[in-house]
């Protein structure tokens, strides 16, 4: 009897220490899920998120820390990107588990900075009081092996119609490639069409590179009907075709 109660003491401790790692921590959305909502302050003001954003392309970026030497150089960079992703259409948001008076702050800060020779730029996009953790928690930002309290650094691009399409997580003393991201939002543009124009994209594609088709390219009727046609593919092997882009 004194076993059999131990037992069951054991399994109860371990199943409150799940709950409460879950709770902390939360589940990582996956590619194809629909992005969390959420309503939180910003330095931009209140922020309902994907709402207020419509139509557009969103990247939603975790960060540990205000103040951070990593943290500044990711800012500066995408804010010195800001025009190239608005011709993309797309919307950035930044979230870490600073207060909203810690990142009005820092923002003024860091519109005061020249970096790598670019002249000191202001900040568009909002910087999200996640004091609370709710955002955090929500996407799976906070991971417990390395904090409960600081996110790692998450990067989620979610489509116009609010589903996930990429996920990425770098630890936190590790700055990211922001060319990367923004080379994955074009590839995820062009790779979004229907029928003819569905594409997948090669390894180390930059924008403007063949792309690959996930069928053969063309019938024989239509090949027949227009020889010129098979001028705008070529094979790799028997299993890889390729269509030109330039």
Known sequence: MKIRLVFFALLLLSSGNLWSQDKVVGNIPMIGDVAPSFTAQTTNGLLNFPGDYGRSWKIIFSHPRDFTPVCSTEILTLANMQNEFDKLNVKLVIVSTDTLERHLLWKKDLESLS?????????????????????????????????????????????????????????????????????????????????????????????????LVPQFPYTEKELAANPSIKNSYYNVGTFMWFKKMK
């Open 115 to 211: 970096y790598k020779n670019n002249a000191p730029v202001k900040i568009k996009f909002p910087l999200i009081d996640d004091n609370r953790m709710v955002v955090s928690r929500a996407y799976g930002m906070l991971h417990l092996p390395a904090s409960t309290t600081k996110d790692v650094r998450g990067v989620f691009i979610i489509n116009p119609q609010n589903k996930i399409e990429a996920i990425y997580f770098y630890p936190m003393n590790i700055g990211r490639n922001m060319e990367e991201i923004k080379r994955t939002v074009i590839a995820l543009q062009t790779a979004s069409g229907t029928g003819k124009d569905r594409y997948m994209i090669p390894a180390n594609w930059k924008e403007g590179d063949d792309v």
